[in-house]
């Protein structure tokens, strides 16, 4: 068999070809979905991504008699190191034909960029961190990717651990519907539980939405804070995410709890725009936010993104509340089901609240790990 070459990307063209090999690899799963090759490009634009400007990344392709075979990205999170004082770096990005040398050539290369930077372990996938996509999908293939997860062939987890890789946390997708989530007993409890602590909701105020947004960024970091792997975002990393956000936010859809007229929470949920980039084979811009107007009307899924409460507010219920009136909101704008997630495996309250909702379990994503010494 030829021997693999692996190459450090250098040129707008091989960038290119880095992006566009994931439609290689997903030519033949019906259940991928492609993603906007804008946004694909901007995850691993060192100029433009603001996430760049404290962490490093070296992103290479595999080559085999010419052909491109794989690809992977390797990362130093610097903000991540500092948050949870580690000395670990990252792999992600990564795709592979189903053959193990490829994979195993790859992961080298990676860690050897790795070593070099004294990094004594590397974790993922995290493409290019815990902000954006993050874990290998391990169950649930038989489903489409809801919009902003990721999605990836069944045999990618074998590629990882013959490559010396294992599990250090899971994180869990849940599936609510209608027709189970909102029970008698459900709906009273949680309406008593908003009077017994003094709880109110609001939707986001578009006029205002400078002010919201930097609202939304302080409880962000002060509610995942703790979290395993949470990363607070930089002023810029959030301002990129408010702009590219603004064009498809639904205000409705994002649900501030305030405790006594205090906000100490918010959710952000959107429809699940994946149902109309589906009709996007290649990925343009255009055509896919021509979809999203066309299909809009039937998109019947939701995506809860994010939804938290400052830890200090934690212990009022205000999470479960808050998980409770967004399902209720999404099923007054006419959506029949939501996918919440992803959650933490060992996050125990919002496990809870999901169960307590009678939502599915039925997607785990996982987070490997190695060490480099």
């Excluded at 490009?41 to 008699?65: I, V």
């Excluded at 930097?214 to 395993?228: E, P, V």
């Excluded at 006594?260 to 896919?288: C, M, Q, T």
């Amino acid at each position: 068999m030829e021997p693999i070459t692996i190459k450090a990307i250098s040129t707008k063209k091989e960038r290119e070809q880095f992006v566009k090999f994931q439609w290689e690899i997903y030519k033949d799963i019906p259940q991928w979905v492609p993603p906007l090759l804008m946004d694909r490009r901007k995850l691993m634009d060192k100029e433009k991504n603001p996430f760049y400007t404290h962490s490093d990344a070296e992103f290479y392709l595999a080559y085999r008699n010419g052909k491109i075979v794989g690809r992977i990205g390797a990362i130093v999170n610097h903000n991540h190191n500092k948050e949870h004082n580690e000395n670990i770096g990252f792999f992600g990005f990564f795709e592979s034909i189903n053959d193990q040398a490829v994979a195993d050539a790859l992961f080298k290369t990676a860690n050897e960029w790795l070593k070099k930077r004294g990094v004594t372990a590397v974790r993922g996938p995290a493409s290019p961190s815990v902000n954006d996509e993050y874990g290998l999908l391990i169950d649930g293939f038989n489903e489409p990717p809801v919009f902003l997860m990721s999605y990836n062939p069944e045999y990618y987890k074998t590629l990882i651990e013959r490559a010396g890789f294992t599990k250090v946390k899971d994180l869990y997708s849940y599936l609510l519907s209608q027709e189970k989530t909102f029970q008698p007993k459900l709906v009273r409890v949680s309406e008593e539980l908003k009077k017994r602590e003094g709880l109110t909701f609001r939707t986001l105020n578009m006029k205002d939405f400078d002010n919201e947004v930097k609202l939304i960024k302080d409880l962000y970091n002060r509610a995942w804070m703790y979290n395993w792997g949470a990363v607070p975002m930089t002023d810029a990393e959030f301002a990129g995410m408010a702009k590219d956000m603004k064009p498809i936010v639904i205000p409705e859809f994002v649900v501030f709890v305030e405790y006594k007229g205090e906000p100490i929470g918010f959710s952000l949920s959107f429809p699940d725009y994946n149902v109309a980039f589906k009709r996007n084979p290649n990925g343009g811009l255009l055509r896919g936010l021509l979809q999203i107007m066309m299909m809009k009307k039937k998109i019947h899924r939701a995506r809860i993104i994010v939804l938290g409460v400052v830890r200090e507010k934690q212990r009022t219920g205000a999470g479960a509340a808050l998980f409770y009136e967004t399902a209720k909101r999404g099923m007054d704008l006419g959506f029949v089901d939501a996918e919440a997630g992803w959650i933490l495996e060992d996050n125990v309250m919002m496990n809870r609240a999901a169960e307590v909702m009678q939502g599915l379990r039925y997607k785990t994503y996982r987070i490997f790990e190695r060490p480099l010494t």
